[in-house]
Structures are given as C-alpha cells and as structure tokens.
C-alpha cells in the first residue's frame, strides 16, 4: 500500500492528489480512534498539505469524511472550518474539537452562511 501512495504522490495531477487525499482520509477514518497523538498530527499535516493542492469538490468530500470523527486533529479542523461554507459546514455542524473560542471567532470572521 505504501509503495502505492507513493506512486499517486510523485503524479502531479489534480486527480491523483484527490485520489491519495482521498485515500489517506480512509487510512485515517478506518482506524482513527486507535491513533496516538503523534500519529493523529502527521494524518493532520499531511491532509492539510493535500488540502492546498486539490479542487473544490474534493475539500468538500474530505470536510465530509473527517467532520464526524471525534479525534480529527484540531489545525485540519479548524481549517477546513474556515473554508468556503460548504467545506466548512461538515465540520462546524460535526466537530467535537473545534472549541467555543474557535467557533466565535470563525462566527466573527466569516461569512453569514458560516453562521
């Protein structure tokens, strides 16, 4: 599987960077509550990573794939939070991590839809 990750990671095309998101979002999903805490932050940087690197319609699936698991790290969170509203809204109406603070700034910051 690694040996496969990589190959879709060397690619440069929008679609194979949806595909590994895609894939790594799975990893993480599938076993997310058995995670450490230095292994829940490398899924998190590297999906963030990924974030900047694919088209509109992937964001929103990732928002959708992660917003309802309990320990998803709190920077990949609170980014896609702060994203256009429909990538956003997964994880505001899901997220256990995001805190008051993080919610009444985004409030404060953002656009209507985001509240």
């Given at each position: 599987?690694?040996?496969?990750?990589?190959?879709?990671?060397r690619?440069?095309?929008s679609?194979?960077?949806?595909?590994?998101?895609?894939?790594?979002?799975?990893?993480?999903?599938?076993?997310?509550?058995?995670?450490?805490?230095?292994?829940?932050?490398?899924?998190?940087?590297?999906?963030?990573?990924?974030?900047?690197?694919?088209?509109?319609?992937?964001?929103?699936?990732?928002?959708?794939?992660?917003?309802?698991?309990?320990?998803?790290?709190?920077?990949?969170?609170?980014?896609?939070?702060t994203?256009?509203?429909?990538?956003?809204?997964?994880?505001?109406?899901?997220?256990?991590?995001l805190?008051?603070?993080?919610?009444?700034?985004i409030?404060?910051?953002?656009?209507?839809e985001?509240?």
């Amino acid at each position: 599987m690694l040996d496969r990750l990589s190959g879709i990671a060397r690619e440069k095309c929008s679609d194979a960077r949806r595909q590994l998101m895609g894939e790594i979002a799975d990893l993480f999903v599938a076993d997310a509550e058995n995670y450490n805490d230095r292994e829940l932050f490398l899924f998190g940087e590297i999906l963030t990573e990924l974030l900047d690197n694919v088209e509109f319609e992937a964001k929103i699936q990732l928002s959708k794939t992660v917003a309802p698991i309990d320990n998803i790290p709190h920077d990949l969170a609170l980014l896609l939070a702060t994203q256009e509203a429909e990538v956003a809204t997964p994880v505001l109406e899901h997220s256990l991590v995001l805190t008051d603070n993080d919610l009444v700034e985004i409030a404060r910051t953002k656009s209507t839809e985001h509240r």
